[in-house]
């Protein structure tokens, strides 16, 4: 058979005011960029919880966007402060746990940054299949020979 | 109620679309009034449309604007009129006739869906004026993509049918039959109580400026041709190049004043008080968009900065190495091999040196467009010496036509936070005069009989959408379709050619009763501009408006992947899995209404607090005002004059009448506020006066608490009689002390207490006060010698012509440096002054008779009330406004308001001004007779929350509390704005943001990556 | 110790008080009250760990009104700190003695506080600044760490003790057991059983090591959540149970203060 080319699955998390903005911007410039992600609209970045990331690594996304208001521009304020500090942290922790950091991504995509969201999805997407298959989550049961 | 009184309208006319227009009609129409916004472009958002980032915070001048504009295209008492401009005006205040025109747009609005066919298909390209001409639009085109409305339309004076009599290509590819070539132009005549104009400014052009060769020098541009380029969404897609051969520049130079503080090349002799900020700005952002190698030069003649937090800017731009030269450039000499361009100019040592650049960024001053003198004129407004609409300090946003306002750039030339503030006045005086025609002309919402589907398994309905051929082309809707019928709980399926056209609401209701759908998911465009038109339409079929979710597969999908049709396919299936999946978790949210007090409590009696206080009482709010002092007034008791030269005290006297006759305003003077309980419409406070403590209950409150005058320990004051403060020299001239009087010379030290690492701002006032006390002091003896001693004079806007009189008069002005200030010495009783003059580079000694030191305006002590309200201060210990560029006088606290010098030291007619917008704001809350609280907001469960508040700092609105007794977090639903940030930090997920509850996360995950 | 002890008990100043007597030549966690006053005299230094504040917490909750007093090391301390700060125990209810760790304790935590700041007993040994441990996890490639971490995870058999004996965890209902989170009952439970929780521990744990000690699989999750400790200190400059304002993770802050970010 065969083999399939890879095709990574690449979540987004975007904020309404401004990172969904901005995609929606880059579909009203005609501006193309890969299919392979799928986005979730939250109404601050703030919303995203670690959780939420770690949820989706569980389902096996090879890559998890997370875009936000600029600092500054929240329309929530300070929401997005929450969200760098978050994401700053669960990457720390997915590297130590042996899962590459560039598999989660932040970055603040403006309402008038539409060429910059196709830019982040297409340089995104570019570095999930460099990287291949995210691990699983899975445990491998121990065999009683293994212990 | 008088007979005028009934013949009040309860509608207001905006002229103008841009910043200040958009902030008086959301104000206005907030607070119950129906607003015509007449505008003469194609599309509302003016200047701040075009700009980049906004400073002093580099926001994106489009995202904070957007939400503003999209509000106002939403409104149901806001009619946008475009391509409009005012013929004439009838009537008088309170009821107006006024004659609109406008012209054709060939595009009809109902039908557009802004799809982009027609300026695709369009053979015709012109210069896009939006980007000033760098790049080129269609002759069918929309002014910008996010321009509200978000309507094309046709240039008849490119277009080639109109040209030749065929074409009509746009004609035939326009999938919804919007263009029409028939479309005439056209004269409404409106019935309105009161017009605010806020036609803005233009920026100045300097073509006629020979000797900068802005004409011939392609890499000579405008500021303003700067904001595009360095914008995202500009011709250059954000990339800084210069304009001729698309080099990347390494060195830019920005000169200072153009067609500003200038009567000879043209006839603006004011500062137009926003330039010197914007060229930091630009500056930081060039360099940012070059990381590190660009050389930037400001050449400047004093550098301005104002306004809050302009000076903390103007310092982090030196360090980061922007450079700042003092001199005025006077010629531009090209190098034509390489299109670079070189200028003289002599250093701070009296050198003469010539320096070449790149580029070069004429920072053009703003001015009133002949369109707005033509308004002007048609009005019958008079203009003012720089032709902008005359105004007193006293009544800063009313013209000279009575039930006629001004607001924004063309009241004088402004930053966008005054502009905003004047616009929330002029929104004030109006509803102040229209007060008895409140709410009616205004459309209520109506009211829909809700069925309960609680209880009740999901019944979703799901509609597909071709958009004609921008999601059909791409998208297999079809297999769409089919797929759709397969996914659990869906019911009902259909495709639609339009899904927003009329005839598919009317079906879409239709199906809900038929098929008892409890939910629906409509996949086609973005829900930011869709979502409210489809939620209504359920509405009206009884549905819950929550029961409802789009998937984006138009602009997130057919648009983004047109060369991948089956991508787009299996990714518009996966889109439509996870809103089913969503809305299938979804409950109808209630919205509950909770009653407002509608009364307000200022803390304050100087100027703001009255001014605020009056502007509530008037509109018919009782207003309790709470002074700590035994007397009112504030600094203005100390005041002489406005810097125009109207006397304060006459003013002042008038204005403490009203506000203690006023019969709906409680005064308590000696008075401290020591506790405040409940939110916004709902918030009651304890003051105390004399030991008795007071509940007063409200709705919204002003902090208007003003500031004091830094005491210096410097330059030997307190230690002579004839040192003295700014006010205590206005006293004195009052008082024609003797010591002013007979005095042969005075001397004035300037930014005392300001601008130094202490005080890292300016308290701009100062410069202005001096310079009209200089004045008088000239007035008073001819030959008396005056000299001033400053740093940068800083007489923004208007005020240049006082300082160009002083000048005139034969006031001295010595420039020093803050490294080598002055120095004051009493010697036998004898004032000695030493200062390094920079311009003649030597000291001079001078022995005055009176010195008078300019000190700094300092916060006062306000930490209590800060906690009290829960309101932020700023590190100088001023009031942290919501936003510093659009919620000037707003907390992000609702229902608490800021003005005066509590917010920044003014001048009084800013804080006029500002007064009048706090109390526009707050009317917006007091107008309404509930606030609406739940809604997609956030909630706690109480059973599975233990308390530990770490969603409590994380909250921007102060909207969770603890509650000591049950050991829980709870969340106002009237607080509440839905951001979610507590959810993500409660460690057990006991909170839920209806609407967006982790569950309906979750499953969109699984369902986001089951494809 | 018995002493002071005493003191506060007799005088009223405690209704009870936590530390640990001795029976049958071993160590055991009790709550002295006046009744079993006379049992203190069993009281002996012991390096034996117990999940002390856990008792604590249980008998504050029984009784909001009392005041104890506790025996504390340096960790415990510090856990109690954060059970202050997060509202779990009233800090004027609560009155601290403090017993520093024996150097072979400390060198065993790779400890970098081994001792109370309320100290009422022994000498501070010398306090570990880094830990050998997560060092060694640093320096290998990740997917060695991947695979060495599976290697340990697969082990887990979903007990909870870690979160059981944890002095910080005092949530109502814990994330662990959520439905949506995590899946199903298969067991050992997938890696984001372990991230979860260790999310969970970012700006809280107190580095106690009793997690570690009571697993019954041997998972080495002190490292983990040293490293979590680290991770914190490095972005948001916060050291739980140390310094005096609530984790950076649980209000806004100011921008100044935030890791530096995307642009």
New interface residues.
């Given amino acids: 058979m065969e083999e399939k080319k890879f095709e990574p699955r690449i979540l987004a998390f975007l904020c309404n005011w401004c990172s969904y903005a901005g995609a929606d911007l880059a579909g009203v410039s005609r501006l193309q960029y890969p299919s392979n992600i799928r986005v979730i609209r939250v109404t601050c970045s703030g919303t995203v919880s670690p959780h939420h990331i770690l949820h989706a690594f569980q389902k096996r996304a090879d890559g998890v966007l997370v875009a936000g208001c600029h600092i500054g521009d929240c329309h929530y304020i300070k929401g997005n402060y929450m969200t760098l500090k978050r994401l700053k942290f669960v990457e720390g922790l997915l590297d130590f746990a042996g899962y590459d950091p560039k598999r989660l991504r932040l970055e603040w995509i403006s309402a008038a940054e539409g060429i910059k969201f196709a830019g982040v999805v297409r340089e995104f997407t570019e570095t999930i299949r460099h990287l291949g298959p995210a691990p699983p989550f899975d445990a491998i049961p121990l065999l009683a020979g293994n212990m | 109620m008088s007979n005028s009184s009934q013949n009040l309208v309860g509608s207001v006319m905006v002229v103008g679309g841009g910043i200040a227009g958009v902030q008086a009609a959301l104000d206005l129409a907030d607070t119950g009034f129906y607003v015509y916004i007449i505008e003469s472009s194609e599309a509302i958002g003016g200047v701040m449309s075009a700009l980049d980032k906004t400073f002093p915070?580099?926001?994106?001048?489009?995202?904070?604007l957007?939400?503003k504009l999209v509000e106002c295209g939403r409104h149901p008492n806001i009619e946008i009129i475009t391509l409009a401009e005012v013929q004439s005006v009838a009537g008088k205040a309170g009821n107006f006739q006024v004659k609109v025109f406008q012209r054709a747009r060939f595009i009809d609005m109902d039908k557009c869906i802004a799809c982009?066919a027609c300026a695709e298909k369009c053979p015709r390209k012109v210069a896009n004026q939006y980007n000033l001409g760098l790049n080129k639009r269609k002759a069918a085109y929309v002014k910008y993509?996010?321009a509200v409305p978000l309507k094309y339309a046709i240039d008849k004076d490119h277009c080639i049918y109109f040209e030749k009599g065929k074409c009509r290509a746009c004609e035939k590819f326009c999938p919804t039959n919007a263009v029409n070539f028939e479309d005439t132009d056209r004269e409404i005549t409106l019935n309105v109580g009161s017009i605010i104009l806020a036609p803005g400014l233009q920026p100045f052009d300097p073509t006629s400026f020979d000797s900068y060769g802005y004409a011939r020098h392609p890499n000579v541009i405008t500021a303003m041709e700067l904001e595009r380029i360095l914008?995202?969404?500009g011709p250059t897609?954000?990339k800084l190049i210069r304009p001729s051969d698309g080099g990347e520049p390494e060195r830019i130079a920005w000169l200072q004043c153009v067609g500003s503080r200038d009567i000879n090349h043209c006839d603006n002799g004011y500062c137009s008080a926003v330039c010197c900020t914007y060229a930091i700005k630009e500056a930081v952002v060039a360099k940012?968009h070059i990381k590190g190698s660009l050389d930037t030069a400001i050449f400047y003649i004093d550098m301005r900065t104002h306004g809050k937090d302009f000076e903390k800017y103007y310092n982090r731009a030196k360090q980061s190495g922007v450079r700042f030269i003092k001199a005025r450039i006077s010629i531009v000499f090209p190098v034509y091999e390489t299109g670079n361009l070189f200028i003289r100019y002599t250093d701070g040592a009296g050198r003469r040196v010539e320096e070449e650049f790149d580029m070069i960024v004429l920072s053009v001053g703003l001015e009133t467009s002949p369109a707005a003198l033509r308004l002007a004129e048609r009005l019958g407004i008079e203009l003012d010496d720089g032709r902008f609409a005359l105004t007193s300090p006293f009544r800063p946003v009313t013209t000279t036509r009575p039930g006629i306002f001004v607001c924004g750039a063309f009241q004088g030339p402004k930053d966008i936070p005054q502009s905003v503030m004047e616009a929330s006045a002029a929104a004030a005086e109006t509803a102040t005069l229209l007060a008895p025609a409140r709410a009616s002309l205004v459309r209520e919402a109506v009211e829909f009989e809700e069925v309960d589907v609680a209880g009740e398994e999901p019944r979703i309905g799901v509609f597909v959408c071709h958009c004609g051929v921008n999601i059909g082309s791409v998208v297999n809707v079809p297999a769409v379709k089919e797929y759709a019928k397969t996914l659990h709980y869906v019911e009902y399926v259909e495709e639609n050619l339009f899904s927003c056209s009329q005839d598919t609401q009317d079906t879409m209701k239709e199906v809900i009763a038929k098929h008892k759908l409890n939910r629906i998911v409509v996949a086609s465009c973005?829900?930011?501009?869709h979502e409210p038109l489809f939620q209504q339409t359920i509405r009206e079929a009884g549905l819950n408006k929550y029961l409802f979710e789009m998937a984006?597969i138009?602009?997130?999908?057919s648009?983004?992947?047109?060369?991948?049709p089956d991508?787009?396919t299996?990714?518009a299936k996966?889109?439509v899995r996870?809103a089913v999946a969503k809305v299938g978790l979804q409950q109808p949210l209630e919205e509950t209404k909770l009653p407002v007090t509608k009364s307000g409590l200022v803390i304050g009696g100087g100027v703001a607090g009255m001014e605020a206080a009056l502007t509530l009482a008037d509109q018919g709010y009782p207003v309790t005002v709470v002074e700590k002092e035994d007397v009112l007034g504030g600094h203005a008791r100390k005041l002489l004059t406005a810097w125009t030269g109207e006397p304060i005290a006459s003013f002042l006297e008038e204005l403490i009448q009203r506000v203690q006759a006023h019969p709906i305003i409680t005064m308590r003077l000696n008075s401290e506020v020591k506790e405040v309980k409940g939110f916004v419409g709902n918030f009651s406070t304890t003051v105390e006066a004399d030991g008795i403590e007071e509940q007063i209950p409200h709705g919204v409150a002003i902090i208007a608490a003003g500031a004091h005058f830094h005491k210096p320990t410097e330059y030997c004051y307190g230690e002579n009689d004839r040192i003295y403060l700014s006010l205590e020299l206005d006293e004195a001239i009052r008082e024609r002390c003797d010591a002013v009087v007979q005095a042969n010379s005075a001397v004035f030290i300037q930014c005392v207490g300001s601008r130094e690492p202490e005080r890292p701002y300016c308290s701009r006032v100062c410069c202005t006060h001096s310079i009209k006390n200089a004045l008088r002091l000239k007035e008073i003896n001819p030959q008396m010698d005056v000299a001033i001693l400053y740093r940068d004079i800083r007489t923004y806007g208007l005020r240049e012509g006082l300082y160009r009189k002083a000048r005139r008069k034969g006031v001295m002005f010595i420039r020093f440096n803050v490294d080598r200030k002055p120095q004051v010495e009493i010697v036998a009783n004898e004032l000695r002054i030493t200062v390094f003059d920079l311009t003649l580079q030597r000291s001079i000694l001078l022995k005055p008779g009176i010195l008078t030191l300019a000190s700094a305006i300092t916060a006062s002590k306000t930490e209590s009330l800060a906690k009290l309200f829960k309101v932020p201060l700023n590190p100088e210990g001023f009031f942290l406004e919501?936003?510093m560029k659009l919620r000037p006088v707003d907390f992000?606290t609702d229902g608490v308001y800021v003005a005066g010098l509590a917010h920044w030291p003014k001048p009084t007619e800013e804080c006029i001004a500002q007064a009048k917008a706090a109390a526009a704001r707050a009317a917006r809350v007091l107008a309404k007779d509930f606030i609406a609280a739940g809604g997609?907001v956030a909630v706690v469960d109480k059973?599975?929350?233990?308390?530990?508040?770490?969603?409590?700092?994380?909250c921007?609105?102060e909207a969770v509390s603890?509650l000591e007794q049950e050991?829980r977090c709870e969340i106002n639903q009237a607080v509440c704005?839905?951001?979610?940030?507590c959810?993500?930090?409660c460690?057990?997920?006991?909170i839920t943001?209806l609407g967006?509850s982790?569950?309906q996360?979750?499953?969109?995950?699984?369902e986001?990556?089951?494809? | 110790m018995n002493t002071k002890i005493r003191i506060l008990l007799q005088g009223g100043r405690v209704d009870g008080f936590f530390a640990y007597k001795t029976t049958s030549g071993f160590p055991f966690p009790t709550l002295f009250t006046l009744e079993n006053i006379q049992e203190l005299e069993t009281w002996r230094p012991t390096p034996a760990r117990y999940p002390i504040l856990k008792l604590l917490l249980a008998q504050a909750r029984k009784n909001p009104h009392a005041a104890y007093g506790i025996l504390v090391r340096g960790c415990e301390e510090r856990g109690l700190r954060e059970l202050f700060k997060y509202q779990q125990l009233e800090q004027d209810k609560v009155i601290i003695l403090g017993q520093a760790c024996t150097e072979g304790l400390a060198k065993y935590c790779e400890c970098w506080k081994p001792y109370p700041d309320a100290l009422d007993y022994g000498k501070p040994a010398p306090a570990m600044a880094k830990s050998r441990k997560v060092e060694e996890l640093e320096e290998q490639h990740r997917e060695a760490r991947l695979d060495w971490w599976l290697s340990h995870f697969n082990r887990c058999i979903r007990c909870y003790g870690c979160r059981d004996v944890c002095p910080v965890c005092f949530c109502t209902e814990c994330s662990l057991e959520h439905a949506e989170l995590m899946l199903g009952e298969i067991l050992p439970p997938d890696t984001s059983f372990h991230l979860v929780r260790a999310v969970h521990m970012g700006g809280r744990c107190i580095d106690c090591g009793l997690c570690e000690e009571v697993c019954p699989a041997r998972i080495p999750l002190r490292s983990l959540y040293k490293k979590i400790n680290r991770l914190i200190e490095e972005i948001l400059g916060y050291n739980p149970g140390i310094s005096k304002e609530k984790s950076p993770l649980s209000f806004l802050g100011e921008e100044m203060s935030l890791p530096s970010g995307p642009r």
């Fill in positions: 915070t580099n926001d994106c001048s489009m995202c904070i957007s939400p982009g993509p996010q914008s995202p969404s897609r954000g940012e973005s829900p930011r501009t984006n138009r602009d997130q999908n648009w983004v992947h047109q060369a991948e991508a787009a299996g990714k996966d889109l996870m919501a936003h992000a997609a059973k599975i929350c233990c308390g530990c508040q770490s969603c409590l700092g994380c921007p609105f603890y050991a704005k839905g951001c979610g940030t959810g993500a930090a460690p057990s997920e006991a943001l967006l982790n569950q996360i979750y499953k969109q995950i699984d986001g990556l089951s494809g």
